[in-house]
């Protein structure tokens, strides 16, 4: 079990965390994970309610379909989520926070024996055209920061994932969307002795 | 190239059915299964798939429409999950009563009351006593894969089957799912062969009331009594263990994969300690075994595929030399213990090899169940004298 990866989505109900994630997995997949998952958490769900998407990744083909209890990494899809969901109370040490906001890492209060990775996901998503009836959609700008900011899954894969699912006008607007936020990422690294801030 | 696909079940489920080329299908929204009848709906709109769908007001009218153009000569399929398959209760009766290979998916739900729409496997259980074949399901590659082999086992022996597998578990989580290509599943699936029926000859010249002895039917010939039909219904059920091996053999020859027929192994052959269950929650258990294997306990999974018919001397015989046997299972049959363990209790009767038995009952209407928590479990099975018990009761 210690060569799965297991990943924690944050999201609000229609906000495109069961897409992201859908594509997340496809991405670590063509990377060459042979096991990979992602299971959305469903109760009542209902548009604009907290939703999660416990999801794994793995060199060996995926056993097991319980929830994550404690993950690798987290990607919260709204920051106003932070103040919800307690979502570094399930996240290991040494772990990955990713979070959609304007903020810079050091502004959001966290602190705690875990990386940060901060990318304007609504911004990348608005600037690429990706709006729709007034909804900014984020299911590939968050991917930007996960891309930047982990070692696990190259940004071409993450391309080729999203060309699997989109094509056209739209490819062109999640492929850019995605380029930006990978861009716009800015990290703030935990390690046991010091924190350093990278651009 | 093989074409591996990053899908949830449902749409393996949906997949299978296109594959399969079935003719009618017929079904009634219910959570979690209701992604499977939109996929359908969408590949018939599309003209991908070129069959009836009969939109119908009731799980009840789903299965009789099936049932009807099965009668027919037609291949059918259906799907349902939890309160809705318990609404074709009636029909699944007739289903297998009329001999008709019905092929169904149920995705696998908790009944209410009270409310739930996740996951345990009261649902399928419950119609156990039906007559229908039930295949469960480890993970959503055997989603594909076991209703494209239910196909080939219903149609030959006339015995409607019902594939089973988890609701969200694996219904709404995304695996990846090797689609098998369309040359060879019609290679392995030719079309329907000439129907059969109840009788001999048709479904057309059973007498309208079967009486307890037989009688002349309206052509003239001995027409059987309801005994002797129920009989041959039994009889067939029982040869259906050889025929589900040899579906998947047949399958693994083409396919390169098996299901394990109709049951599986996992580290069994060194085996002390066997843990019994079907569903994921059988995959779940072979995380488990390796926990206890990392104790120091030498334990293995038998993870059952075929429920119904149920193939006691296969299981039997795996768990031959084992000492300690734990069941792990999502339903109960109220009043007493789980489904699973009483029917491997009654099994292991006959056998000379009776090992000290546990059975629990665990993760009913979608309470999570991590490995640790049954290595956990299955230690004190092995250590203890606990004979039954559920897991993980909080109130």
């Known amino acids: 079990m210690s060569s799965t990866y297991q990943i924690i989505w944050h999201g609000r109900g229609g906000q495109g965390a069961v897409t992201a994630a859908k594509i997340f997995t496809e991405a670590a997949y063509l990377q060459g994970f042979k096991g990979v998952s992602a299971k959305p958490t469903y109760f009542s769900e209902r548009r604009g309610a907290p939703v999660s998407v416990h999801a794994r990744i793995s060199l060996d083909p995926i056993r097991t379909f319980s929830n994550v209890s404690m993950a690798d990494m987290a990607v919260v899809l709204d920051d106003n989520l932070l103040e919800m969901v307690n979502v570094t109370s399930t996240l290991k040490e040494g772990g990955l926070l990713v979070i959609n906001s304007s903020k810079r890492p050091d502004e959001l209060g966290l602190n705690g024996p875990f990386s940060v990775a901060v990318s304007d996901a609504f911004q990348s998503s608005e600037e690429a055209g990706l709006i729709i009836e007034g909804n900014v959609l984020i299911s590939t700008s968050i991917l930007g920061p996960i891309a930047a900011a982990s070692d696990l899954v190259d940004l071409a894969n993450f391309k080729r994932a999203v060309e699997h699912k989109f094509s056209g006008k739209a490819l062109e607007k999640n492929l850019l969307a995605l380029e930006l936020a990978y861009r716009s990422t800015r990290i703030s690294s935990y390690t046991k002795f010091a924190r350093t801030v990278s651009a | ?395």
């Open chain 2, 1 to 395: 190239m093989t074409d591996v696909r990053i899908i949830t079940a449902n749409s393996a489920a949906a997949i299978a059915a296109k594959l399969c080329r079935v003719q009618v299908i017929s079904a009634y929204p219910i959570t979690p299964q209701t992604p499977v009848t939109e996929e359908l709906a969408q590949l018939v709109e599309s003209k991908e798939l070129d069959a009836e769908y009969l939109t119908v007001e009731s799980e009840h009218s789903a299965m009789a429409s099936v049932i009807a153009a099965s009668q027919v000569g037609a291949r059918v399929f259906t799907a349902s999950s939890a309160n809705g398959l318990l609404y074709m209760h009636e029909m699944l009766h007739w289903a297998a009563g009329s001999r008709t290979p019905v092929v169904m998916a149920c995705v696998n739900r908790g009944v209410g009351a009270p409310w739930t729409i996740l996951n345990d496997q009261q649902d399928s259980i419950s119609q156990r006593d039906t007559g229908w074949i039930q295949l469960y399901c480890k993970n959503s590659q055997e989603v594909i894969d076991s209703i494209i082999q239910a196909y080939k086992i219903a149609e030959h022996i006339d015995i409607p089957t019902m594939v089973c597998y988890d609701g969200f578990i694996l219904s709404h989580t995304t695996t990846p799912v090797e689609i098998p290509g369309q040359e060879l599943v019609d290679q392995y699936l030719p079309p329907r062969r000439q129907v059969k029926g109840i009788s001999d000859h048709s479904f057309m010249n059973v007498n309208p009331l079967i009486l307890s002895d037989p009688r002349l039917g309206i052509d003239g010939k001995m027409a059987p009594g309801y005994m002797d039909m129920r009989y041959r219904l039994q009889n067939d059920l029982i040869k259906a263990i050889g025929l589900i091996k040899e579906a998947d053999q047949e399958f693994e020859q083409l396919f390169g994969r098996s299901c394990g027929g109709v049951c599986w192994n996992y580290k069994m052959s060194d085996a002390a300690h066997a843990i019994v269950s079907f569903g994921s929650l059988a995959s779940e258990c072979t995380l488990a075994a390796d926990l206890l294997r990392q104790k120091g306990l030498r334990a293995g999974v038998i993870g059952l595929r075929s429920y119904r018919p149920f193939p006691k001397n296969e299981i039997v015989k795996n768990l031959n030399g084992v000492e300690t046997v734990t069941v792990f299972e999502k339903d109960v049959s109220y009043g007493y213990e789980g489904a699973l363990a009483m029917d491997l209790k009654a099994g292991l009767y006959d056998s000379v090899n009776h090992p000290k038995f546990c059975s629990y009952v665990v993760g009913l209407g979608g309470r999570d169940v991590l490995p640790e928590t049954l290595a956990n479990e299955a230690y004190k099975a092995i250590t203890g004298e606990i004979e039954h018990g559920w897991v993980d009761i909080k109130a």
